[in-house]
């Protein structure tokens, strides 16, 4: 059985930082595009982040582009979303995502790509 399990969020307050993690279990995903996206509640969930099966590219939605990192350890099955310089509007439940044959710059949510259950982030002005 394959899960998706993301951990690390939390209450922050403006400026500060969280890192999130997404851990894979039930499958090796070192060939798979991993990636974030977020959702608040009455809107359609929204891309993020999101990296190569190997680590070499990565693509951000520019809302967060110079603020986010992402990475991943596949010797792990893992990824991590690094968010420095929080703002109030990054408020959202943060979920990891794992989709073969994606391209970076393309993906939206699909039914196709293995999730996780979501992680809440708070950020306080």
């Known amino acids: 059985q394959v899960q998706l399990v993301e951990s690390g969020g939390g209450l922050v307050q403006a400026g500060g930082s969280l890192r999130l993690s997404c851990a894979a279990s039930g499958r090796t995903f070192s060939s798979y595009t991993r990636g974030w996206f977020r959702q608040v509640p009455g809107k359609e969930r929204e891309f993020v982040a999101a990296i190569s099966g190997s680590g070499s590219s990565t693509y951000y939605a520019d809302s967060v582009k110079g603020r986010f990192t992402i990475s991943r350890d596949n010797a792990k099955n893992t990824v991590y979303l690094q968010m420095n310089s929080l703002k109030p509007e990054d408020t959202a439940v943060y979920y990891c995502?794992?989709?073969?044959?994606?391209?970076?710059?393309?993906?939206?949510?699909?039914?196709?790509?293995?999730w996780g259950q979501g992680t809440q982030v708070t950020v306080s002005s």
């Open positions: 995502a794992a989709r073969f044959l994606i391209p970076l710059d393309s993906w939206t949510p699909d039914k196709d790509a293995y």
